[in-house]
T-cell receptor, first 110, second 112 residues
């Protein structure tokens, strides 16, 4: 079992819809959870991080964390074609090292 | 503001040749520094991380090595490249307690 698992996709949604990206992790000692966006050929850039159970909203993005289920998700509301990218989930232990999932490719169709 | 630089942006090297990739960070002090490799269509594999000058931790046995000669400089090296070393190499830094990572532009290495 991978330490961090994501559906590889591709996930395709129409413009204006909600895109839902999911991630599960195996280490119950994980402390911090991050979502990065990576455009093709570019380096990842941080979208959001979350530490506590529940929801965290930032503009069109909402991160959700459920530590009991070892599950973290990212919702993108009013999806735009510019949101088309690969989304990487990363999990960090208190030792400070991050483990990344393989990413979910999102395509938003105009 | 903080900036992270990597060079070169692209590199094509023959099998058996040496490698040196450099990463520098500006605008911060005592950063934690990381080298990752990303194969096509895959996530990031942590290769090395450093919490200070001369302090290197290796995550994956391989023919690569890393050094941190200065606080804001991180170097990835190899004496003899293998075909399997091809990939997208990313340097990242983090500081403080948040552990959010900031990535450089990356080096795309092709070993032929």
């Amino acid at each position: 079992q991978k330490e961090v698992e994501q559906n590889s996709g591709p996930l395709s949604v129409p413009e204006g819809a909600i895109a839902s990206l999911n991630c599960t992790y195996s280490d119950r000692g994980s402390q911090s959870f991050f979502w990065y966006r990576q455009y093709s050929g570019k380096s990842p850039e941080l979208i959001m991080f979350i530490y506590s159970n529940g929801d965290k909203e930032d503009g069109r993005f909402t991160a959700q964390l459920n530590k009991a289920s070892q599950y973290v998700s990212l919702l993108i509301r009013d999806s735009q074609p510019s949101d088309s990218a690969t989304y990487l989930c990363a999990v960090t232990t208190n030792a400070g090292k991050s483990t990344f999932g393989d990413g979910t490719t999102l395509t938003v169709k105009p | 503001s903080q900036t992270i630089h990597q060079w070169p942006a692209t590199l094509v090297q023959p099998v058996g040749s040496p490698l040196s990739l450099e990463c520098t960070v500006e605008g911060t002090s005592n950063p934690n520094l990381y080298w990752y490799r990303q194969a096509a269509g895959r996530g990031l594999q942590l290769l090395f991380y450093s919490v200070g000058i001369g302090q290197i931790s290796s995550e994956v046995p391989q023919n690569l090595s890393a050094s941190r000669p200065q606080d804001r400089q991180f170097i990835l090296s190899s004496k003899k490249l293998l075909l399997s070393d091809s990939g997208f190499y990313l340097c990242a830094w983090t500081s403080g307690s948040v552990n959010e990572q900031f990535f450089g532009p990356g080096t795309r290495l092709t070993v032929l």
